[in-house]
C-alpha cells in the first residue's frame, strides 16, 4: 500500500514555473515508477511524464517534453514535476500516481491511467493569461 500526497500547485503567470512535489509512504518507493498525470475540466485525465525505478528512465507527454522535468528522490520518497515555461493550456488538476511494475520507457501502458495502482488526491494548477 502506497500513500501519495501532492503539493506545490497554485496560480502563475504565462512564460513562470512551479515545482510540484509528491510525497510517498513506506519503505518500498524505490520499487515503484512514478508518473505525473493532469486533468482540465471537462476532458479526461491524461499523461504528463513517467519515471521508472531506475531514474534513468524517463518519458514525456509530447506537450510538455522540453518545459518539464520529472525527478524522485527516492531517499526523501518524494517525486518531483519542474514546470518551466507555463502556459494557460497546462491549467489542470495534477495528479502523481505509482506503478510497482517495471517497464521499458516505450511501453504504451506506461501513459495510461488505469496502469497504476496508487493515486494521490491532486493538486490544482493554473496559469494566467
Known amino acids: 500500500q502506497v500513500q501519495l500526497v501532492e503539493s506545490g500547485g497554485g496560480l502563475v503567470q504565462a512564460g513562470g514555473s512551479l515545482r510540484l512535489s509528491c510525497a510517498a509512504s513506506?519503505?518500498?518507493?524505490?520499487?515503484?515508477?512514478m508518473a505525473w498525470f493532469r486533468q482540465a475540466p471537462g476532458k479526461e485525465r491524461e499523461f504528463v511524464a513517467r519515471m521508472g525505478q531506475s531514474a534513468g528512465i524517463t518519458s514525456y507527454a509530447d506537450s510538455v517534453r522540453g518545459r518539464f522535468t520529472i525527478s524522485r528522490d527516492n531517499a526523501k520518497n518524494t517525486v518531483y514535476l519542474q514546470m518551466n515555461s507555463l502556459k494557460p493550456e497546462d491549467t489542470a488538476v495534477y495528479y502523481c500516481a505509482a506503478d510497482p511494475r517495471l517497464r521499458v520507457a516505450a511501453d504504451p501502458r506506461g501513459r495510461v491511467a488505469v496502469t497504476y495502482d496508487y493515486w494521490g488526491q491532486g493538486t490544482q494548477v493554473t496559469v494566467s493569461s
Open positions: 513506506g519503505r518500498t518507493f524505490s520499487s515503484y515508477a
